[in-house]
């Protein structure tokens, strides 16, 4: 299983650098086998912001994410990750500080 960073998928809906688009595009379609990182399907839609200049919306984002979420397995980390996060931010007490 292969997986691409979120620029990989920025580049591919991105027509100011036709170069790096193909390429992207490229790669993307090879992928039979991929895996999409929960991190990397996060960051996508908030980089996605950034083509709004070029006409790119985020309608359109969210539906290119269903159609990458259809072709590849979504990949998102085990339970321990979110039980490791809350207690490391509860002992650090950072909420508290925002209040």
Known sequence: MNAVDTKVLIYARDPRDP?????????TARMT???LLWQVACEFIAAS???TSVGYTQTQAWTELERVRGLWKLIVPSEN???RAESLTTGNNISS???
Do not use: H, I, P, S
């Open 19 to 27: 170069t790096k688009q193909q390429k992207a595009r490229q790669l």
């Open 33 to 35: 086998n991929g895996g």
């Open 81 to 83: 990750v979110f039980v």
């Open 49 to 51: 912001r950034k083509l």
């Open 97 to 99: 500080g925002m209040r």
